[in-house]
Structures are given as structure tokens and as C-alpha cells.
């Protein structure tokens, strides 16, 4: 079954770095996004991404993020100036359509800023 | 905005004990819901999913059956097994919002032999 890929698992970055997340979507899918889960438990909304382009972002996604599907194939997100606040499993996920059909998730990449 | 409401845990069971892991939401339109589980160390899988009012969703002997007079989709199983350990979410997705899931906040369902 295809699923979602995310590189790396584990990412340690210093405070004020910038550090970047990747990701493969399930090829067919058109609709991306970027959760976040703190201490194994909410899992946060961060951004939708359809047809090239931002559809909601979340509060939490400010200008120290960015978004990017650079090659049709990966779907990035960037975090410009690393905040010990930004430590957290980051998930990306893809689903075929909207509304209906289910989110299918990658295994995370752990962040850890110091 | 859309808001979905989660059973508090963690919950202990033991091995072939009854659950049931209540979920309320909040939300403009006609969502989908969902059950979603993590195993540790994984990304969030679907368990089960429901589109319209009075579907039952089913997977793994586990079932939820969307209720929109109550905005409920509780889980349940009869019988759990140890292998069903797990942090268990409650997500909805309203069509009419680029497809944004909104989360509850998981359970912890420990199963103990």
C-alpha cells in the first residue's frame, strides 16, 4: 500500500537555526498538510496545501514557516529561526480529496531544538 | 470554529474487557468523522470512518456510529485485546474548509493481560 514518507525521523537543531522537513505525499493525492504533536498527545493543525498553494494555515504557522512542493513530488516545511517552543513530532500528511476521504500519515520527524 | 471533544484518559482495561472511548464536536456543515489510532512511535492511522449521519464505521472489531442528533461518534469494542494499546483520536473534517481535519486530543488505552 503506498504511504506517506517523511525524512528525517529524528532532527536536533540549535536555537535560531533553520531547519527543513521533507516529505513524500501518496502520489495520487492531491491535498498536503503539516500537524504537530507535543508530548504524544494533541495533534495540532499547521497548514493546508492544494493545487500549489496555501489553503489554511493555523495561528501557530507564522512567519518563521514556509511551505513548499518544489518538484511535485516533495512537500517541505520550513522553519526559518528555530524556537525551543518548536521541539515537537511533526507530521505530514496527504489525502486524495477533500472532506471525506481519510488523512493518511508519515511516521513524523521528531524536532528537537536546544 | 470546529471543535472536537475527547474522553479524558488514559484508560486501563483489562485483556477481553468492554470499551467504549467517548467523542462529542462542534461544527459548521455536515463533517466527516473519523478514528484515527497511534501506535508508539508511529504516525496516526485510520481505524474507522463515518461520512454522513447514522453511518457505522467498522475495523478491527471496533465500531463508532456517527450520531447527529447527539454530534457523538463514540468508540467501541467488545473485547480488547492487549494489541490495542494505543493513543486513540477522535477527528472530524468539514468539507467546506479545504479539508482540515481538527483533532481531540487522545486517549491513552493501556490493556493489561
Known amino acids: 500500500e503506498p504511504e506517506v514518507t517523511q525524512t528525517p525521523s529524528h532532527q536536533v537543531t540549535q536555537m535560531g537555526q533553520e531547519v527543513i522537513l521533507r516529505c513524500v505525499p501518496i502520489s495520487n493525492h492531491l491535498y498536503f498538510y503539516w500537524y504537530r504533536q507535543i508530548l504524544g498527545q494533541k495533534v495540532e493543525f499547521l497548514v493546508s496545501f492544494y493545487n500549489n498553494e496555501i489553503s489554511e494555515k493555523s495561528e501557530i504557522f507564522d512567519d518563521q514557516f514556509s511551505v513548499e512542493r518544489p518538484d511535485g513530488s516533495n512537500f517541505t516545511l520550513k522553519i526559518r529561526s528555530t524556537k525551543l517552543e518548536d521541539s515537537a513530532m511533526y507530521f505530514c500528511?496527504?489525502?486524495?480529496?477533500?472532506?471525506?476521504?481519510?488523512?493518511?500519515f508519515g511516521n513524523g520527524t521528531r524536532l528537537t531544538v536546544t | 470554529g470546529d471543535s472536537v471533544t475527547q474522553m479524558e484518559g488514559p484508560v486501563t482495561l483489562s485483556e477481553e474487557a468492554f470499551l467504549t472511548i467517548n467523542c462529542t464536536y462542534t461544527?459548521?456543515?455536515?463533517?466527516?468523522l473519523f478514528w484515527y489510532v497511534q501506535y508508539p512511535g508511529e504516525g496516526l492511522q485510520l481505524l474507522l470512518k463515518a461520512t454522513k449521519a447514522d453511518d457505522k464505521g467498522s475495523n478491527k472489531g471496533f465500531e463508532a456510529t456517527y450520531r447527529k442528533e447527539t454530534t457523538s461518534f463514540h468508540l467501541e469494542k467488545g473485547s480488547v485485546q492487549v494489541s490495542d494499546s494505543a493513543v486513540y483520536f477522535c477527528a472530524l473534517s468539514d468539507p467546506g474548509n479545504a479539508g482540515k481535519s481538527t483533532f481531540g486530543d487522545g486517549t491513552t488505552l493501556t490493556v493489561k493481560p
Open positions: 461544527a459548521t456543515g455536515y463533517p466527516s
Open positions: 500528511a496527504s489525502r486524495e480529496r477533500s472532506g471525506g476521504s481519510p488523512l493518511h
